[in-house]
């Protein structure tokens, strides 16, 4: 402690200069009067000889430690004289432990430039190798902990030096002699070209600081990841002398970094497997993060905007998701279904939804949330709902086909009796064949759908041109009626195998629609020709045509432009009835003022003796 301004000679040392001696100055030091009396002593002095809790100013060092060796008496008193004295002796502190001290004494001097006593310095020499030895015990420990060995190489001798850890760290024979070349040889095949291309370039640029990471393949078979640093020392000219470093032992990171890869590609692949997708909404700034974007929305999350939500969502659906993020921001997680519209204007389903983050104050500031692509399962939604119709309608028609094929056998037979009178005059008698024939139709009609669709009937030959002809008679009276120009070219040698009733009902069903889609005064051309060995019936009127969002469903159960006239299932069952006979119904169509109207064509196997014939 600081001496009191009373004390023997005090008042010549100012009361700061006391202060930050006593309490501030790092070494052990005291400053005594002419009589061996403390009138300061340092914290580090009174730590060190146990005064910590004395009162020593006044009192003399002899009074303290009578045990004091001459030696330090004399050392004394030669700097009262003007001497400076260094002293190295074994001493014992208050706490009785044998301490060697190296004690430096020298004379100060008062105002009037007198000798007023000695400042003495002690060193406490076993106190330094212990702590020195302290604190490498602590490195080495921290070092085998932190598995870091130290290296060393000496450039320009080509002679390498490492630390005991480092064989610890790589199971070396401790018999080895650090050496760069075998060294070398240790690093992982697939890394030691880039390592060494990158300690040239290290040493030829100017870099201070390098840095390295790669495997090793350790003498006991182990793979090891070190990671280097390392200190280059260059001369005056910036040639390099040697460098000194450390490696660390990093193969758990980078396990654990290809566990979490490994994790993270299987959770990413099952999102993409899933179409699902991660996002992260910044309410404040209405920006949009995917972490894993969903695959069907790639195109427009390559270059996302700010407003990805408003910007693509149908315009319909807008209502419906805003409604949504109010209830994610009042609190819990909810969800609902989109459509996304893509570049090329087709939409998408997406169920989408999370729950909010809030801040201190409990305002949503973020949303974070799923979105998943669920357009094929809506699809197979519907598609098994259509199935259901289907099903019900098969059900419900193969009843009223029931019910029809009993008064449809009276109607037949009547008109087998009305046929067997010979007093009818030759043109009833025609009417009553066509009767009997689209009669005939209607009941193999009803025997279809009682068989769902397994004729019953069989395959015969049929002559095209005469079932076109007859189809075109049956319609003669509304082509009249309403004026239509019909045109025929029909080439009469080409004959199929098929149930004639099926295909009439195909033919008749493209006519009828023919017929529904021509004006007043329009047009309709029917044609038969031989393309590729194949029969080609062509059905083309000169309606408006059939837009492109219609055009897609034509083939689809249930679908139908004519309101409640219409079932919706004539293309589609026309469709099943061609594939079932080996062919295909395709069309065009054409919506511009110039060449509006539509061609429907079905393309059906010709028989094989028919085709000889006509390459003959």
């Known amino acids: 402690m600081p001496p009191t ?16 001696f006593t309490e501030r100055l790092p070494v052990a030091a005291a400053i005594f009067d002419r009589d061996m009396r403390y009138l300061a002593a340092s914290r580090a002095w009174r730590d060190r000889l146990n005064l910590d809790h004395q009162e020593i100013a006044g009192i003399s060092h002899e009074a303290l430690f009578p045990d004091a060796s001459p030696a330090f008496k004399a050392a004394h008193l030669r700097c009262l004289e003007g001497a400076t004295e260094k002293l190295i002796e074994d001493v014992h502190s208050n ?39 302290s604190t490498l ?28 850890e480092l064989y610890e760290l790589t199971g070396i024979d401790r018999s080895t002699v650090p050496d760069f070349a075998a060294w070398f040889t240790l690093i992982h095949p697939d890394d030691a070209t880039t390592v060494l291309e990158q300690l040239k370039q290290q040493l030829s640029s100017g870099d201070e600081d390098p840095s390295w990471e790669y495997r090793l393949l350790s003498p006991d078979g182990r793979l090891l990841w070190l990671a280097g640093r390392g200190k280059i020392i260059r001369d005056s000219s910036g040639r390099p002398l040697r460098m000194t470093g450390t490696l660390t032992d990093v193969t758990h990171r980078r396990e654990a970094e290809e566990a979490l890869r490994r994790s993270e590609e299987r959770f990413r692949r099952a999102q993409l497997a899933a179409n699902i997708g991660t996002f992260e909404w910044d309410l404040k700034t209405n920006e949009v993060i995917w972490s894993t974007p969903v695959p069907s929305l790639e195109e427009l999350l390559s270059n996302p905007a700010p407003h990805f ?79 259901e119709k289907l099903a019900a309608t098969g059900r419900l028609a193969a009843a009223m086909a029931h019910e029809v094929n009993n008064p449809l056998e009276a109607v037949t037979n009547l008109l087998f009796l009305a046929l067997s009178d010979p007093s009818m005059s030759a043109e009833s008698r025609t009417y009553l064949h066509k009767a009997d024939d689209e009669l005939r139709r209607v009941a193999h009609i009803v025997r279809q759908t009682l068989g769902f669709y397994r004729d019953t009937g069989g395959p015969k030959h049929v002559n ?47 006519m009828t629609n023919a017929l529904d889609a021509v004006h007043k005064g329009g047009e309709i051309e029917i044609s038969l020709r031989r393309n590729d060995g194949m029969a080609e019936i062509s059905v083309r009127d000169d309606g408006p045509g059939i837009p492109e969002q219609t055009s897609q469903h034509l083939f689809e159960p249930f679908f139908t432009t004519k309101g409640d006239s219409g079932t919706g299932l004539g293309l589609w069952v026309s469709k099943g009835i061609v594939e079932k006979h080996g062919g295909r119904i395709e069309f065009t169509t054409d919506i511009s003022e110039a060449g509006h109207g539509t061609t429907f064509r079905i393309v059906l196997p010709v028989l094989a003796a028919a085709n000889e014939q006509t390459a003959a």
């Open 137 to 164: 015990e602590k490195l080495k420990l921290a070092q085998s902990a932190g598995r870091v060995a130290t290296w060393e190489w000496d450039l320009a001798k080509d002679r390498l030096f490492w630390s005991e």
């Open 95 to 133: 706490s009785g432990d044998p301490t060697q001290v190296r004690w430096q004494f020298e004379p100060w001097h008062n105002s009037e430039g007198e000798i007023a006593g000695v400042l003495a310095t002690a060193e406490f020499v076993a106190d330094s190798q212990n702590s020195l030895a």
């Open 5 to 20: 301004p009373d004390s023997p000679n005090s008042s010549a040392l100012p009361e700061t200069l006391l202060q930050v």
């Open 464 to 510: 095209l041109a005469d079932l076109v002809s007859d189809i075109t008679n049956v319609f003669q009276s509304k082509i009249h009626n309403r004026n239509i120009h019909l045109i025929t070219s029909l080439d009469g040698s080409i004959e199929i195998e098929a149930a004639p009733s099926a295909i009439r009902q195909v033919i008749a069903n493209l």
């Open 309 to 387: 939500w408003s910007d693509f969502l149908a315009t319909e659906d807008h209502a419906s998701f805003v409604e949504l993020v109010e209830r994610i921001k009042a609190g819990g997680q909810h969800f609902g279904d989109f459509r996304v519209i893509r570049h090329d204007g087709s939409a998408i389903w997406i169920h989408a939804g999370g729950e909010a983050v809030r801040d201190n104050d409990g305002n949503p500031t973020r949303i974070f949330g799923i979105a998943r692509d669920v357009t094929d399962q809506l699809h197979s939604a519907e598609a098994l709902r259509k199935s």
